[in-house]
């Protein structure tokens, strides 16, 4: 038998001895992903409905700027929009796999998670920490309150008014109207003026339906009515004031024009924006973006009283919205909580998105303009806030309210063939 040469023995014992050493490297570089320094790293799941800008990149940046100052701290960032949301979110909860922190809406929506059982109640961290939680305005706890536990803390404000234009109602000689008998006269005098659809739109968005339906019913249905129906226990929805409320939504519709069952919100609002149309029913929330289309100058007027409606006359509808915890949050999720709700990350993330919010001291003329303050002031006065209707009943309900209000607009079915569908689905709901 041959002898291997020692140098070549030196050789293999130098390979073997390298390969180690990098085989321990590699460990390290596997152990480092878990490790900063002595501790743990901690992930966070986080999940909201804006992936849309600039919200995307506000909430990317301020992601980044926490991981900064909290270098053990790893947030994965998950984002989609509304409707998408509000699917998501249920197969979140089901599946057991509800991120450590995310976006809800207040009201039924928020209760609906609560009553999961895997949401975190929130009264220790807000009763362990006065600097941080005495800056939420008290009055918008309310929508994540149930039994006494809050869950949820409440960052956005909004509220729901027609837009006007005020040029154009000037010209006209027009006056804002304050019930709904003056307001249709408002839209004749309008159309007589030559604007053929002087209320606009996106009848796409079965959402933007739902805003029109939930606060049409706030006015014409006994608020003890809503309450019931809106339960899924309990609803019904056998009241003439449905129907009432729902040949309103057809009226109105009659002022939109073709052109509304063509188009989403959106391109609705870029019509207002560059002073094609004189009245569009918005959110607070999209104050900025009509600025940054043209040179409008905006007015603001509630829905109208209706005569002999049963409802409540004078509520804003509109809800805040804000953050919830998963009950196994990791305590790093608190903290992130209360950094994305401070007077600081308020401030700016109104400056940056026009979003009113619910920290005190963090709306001023500072960061908005008049029209934005304007509107917080009417929002912070509203006698009482009717919730967004796609959120304060069941969804299949809502979903057959809304698309009946597309096929209203169409003539496409009446209001009685929709009642009679809701009463229906209702009753399966309680079983």
Not at 15 to 25: E, G, Q, S, W, Y
Not at 337 to 356: H, N
Not at 416 to 425: D, F, G, R, S, T
């Amino acid at each position: 038998m041959k002898k291997v040469p020692g140098l070549l023995v030196m050789l293999l014992i130098f390979i073997v001895i390298l390969a180690a050493c990098n085989a321990d490297k590699g460990n390290e570089s596997a152990n480092s992903e878990d490790t900063v320094g002595n501790e743990d790293i901690v992930e966070i799941n986080f999940f909201h409905r804006w992936p849309n800008e600039p919200r995307k990149s506000f909430y990317d940046e301020k992601i980044k700027e926490f991981m900064d100052e909290n270098p053990n701290v790893k947030i994965n960032v998950d984002s989609v929009l509304n409707d998408s949301y509000k699917e998501k979110i249920k197969v979140l909860v089901s599946g057991n796999k509800l991120p450590d922190i995310f976006t809800s809406w207040s009201d039924s929506f928020a209760q609906n998670l609560v009553s999961s059982n895997k949401i975190m109640s929130l009264n220790d961290v807000i009763s362990n920490d006065k600097d941080w939680s005495s800056k939420i305005i008290e009055s918008q706890y309310g929508g994540f309150t149930f039994d006494d536990v809050t869950y949820g803390i409440p960052f956005t404000v909004d509220g729901k008014a027609f837009f006007y234009n005020k040029e154009i109602f000037k010209e006209n000689n027009i006056a804002v109207p304050t019930t709904y008998d003056e307001f249709i006269e408002v839209l004749n005098k309008l159309q007589e003026a030559g604007y053929k659809e002087p209320l606009v739109e996106g009848l796409t968005n079965t959402w933007a339906i739902s805003h029109y339906l939930g606060t049409i019913f706030d006015r014409v249905v006994e608020p003890s009515i809503l309450e019931k129906d809106y339960n899924q226990e309990t609803g019904e929805f056998t009241d003439a004031g449905y129907i009432t409320g729902l040949e309103m939504f057809q009226e109105l519709t009659t002022y939109m024009g073709d052109v509304s069952t063509a188009i989403d919100h959106e391109a609705a609002r870029n019509m207002f924006g560059n002073g094609e149309v004189p009245i569009l029913y918005m959110q607070f929330a999209e104050i900025k973006m009509v600025e940054d289309i043209g040179d409008v100058e905006i007015g603001f007027f509630n829905f109208p009283e209706v005569s002999n409606g049963k409802g409540n006359q004078t509520s804003l509808t509109g809800a805040p919205e804000g953050w919830m915890l998963s009950k196994n949050a990791p305590k790093e999720a608190v903290e992130f909580l209360k950094f994305l709700t401070s007077e600081e990350t308020a401030f700016e993330f109104t400056k940056t998105a026009g979003q009113l919010n619910a920290v005190k001291g963090a709306v001023t003329s500072e960061n908005v303009k008049a029209n934005s303050l304007e509107a917080y002031d009417i929002i912070m006065k509203a006698s009482s806030t009717a919730p967004w209707f796609d959120n304060a009943v069941n969804i299949n309900i809502a979903d057959i309210f809304m698309r009946g209000g597309q096929e209203l607009a169409t003539r496409q079915t009446t209001p009685e063939e929709i009642l009679k569908a809701v009463q229906q689905e209702a009753e399966k709901l309680k079983k």
